[in-house]
């Protein structure tokens, strides 16, 4: 890609939440939704589960799914991949790594690249989330306040 993706060239956001769940379910939510973002997934990786957002309106999104971790899902894009949501959520040891690095007033960014390193292992054939847009900034694909 050549070029920052536009909301029409997008074909699933996937968010990882550990403090950031209201802010990523409420005001990015809303955004996107009224970018026109079909498929918008937030990870939450305390509780476990995902959130799957779709059905976009200028209200914000008609339909919420919060699946757990025992489910699968699909993407709108991709209907025939099917992705296990344990296999998004980064392993319970860097869970507690995170939490105590975050203790310590440092970030980690553990739980994004697991998640991102689960997906792309897992659809080698079709480039869900592709490496250059792991780095994506969401204010240059929507107005965020």
Not at 57 to 70: P, V
Not at 113 to 125: G, H, K, P, R, V
Request: proline share 8%; aromatic share 6%; with cysteine.
């Amino acid at each position: 890609m050549t070029h920052h993706p536009t909301p029409s060239e997008v074909w699933l956001i996937l968010e990882i939440a550990d403090t950031s769940l209201n802010y990523d379910r409420g005001v990015k939510a809303t955004a996107y939704a009224q970018a026109g973002i079909e498929d918008y997934w937030v990870l939450d990786v305390i509780d476990r589960r995902l959130h799957v957002f779709r059905q976009p309106a200028a209200s914000g999104y008609q339909q919420e799914l919060i699946l757990a971790e025992t489910l699968t899902v699909r993407p709108i894009a991709f209907p025939e991949l099917e992705i296990s949501i344990q296999d998004l959520l980064p392993p319970i040891n860097s869970l507690k790594q995170h939490r105590a690095l975050k203790q310590q007033g440092r970030r980690s960014p553990v739980l994004t690249i697991a998640c991102l390193s689960n997906l792309n292992s897992m659809a080698q054939d079709h480039p869900v989330v592709e490496p250059s847009l792991g780095s994506c900034n969401p204010r240059k694909l929507v107005r965020l306040p």
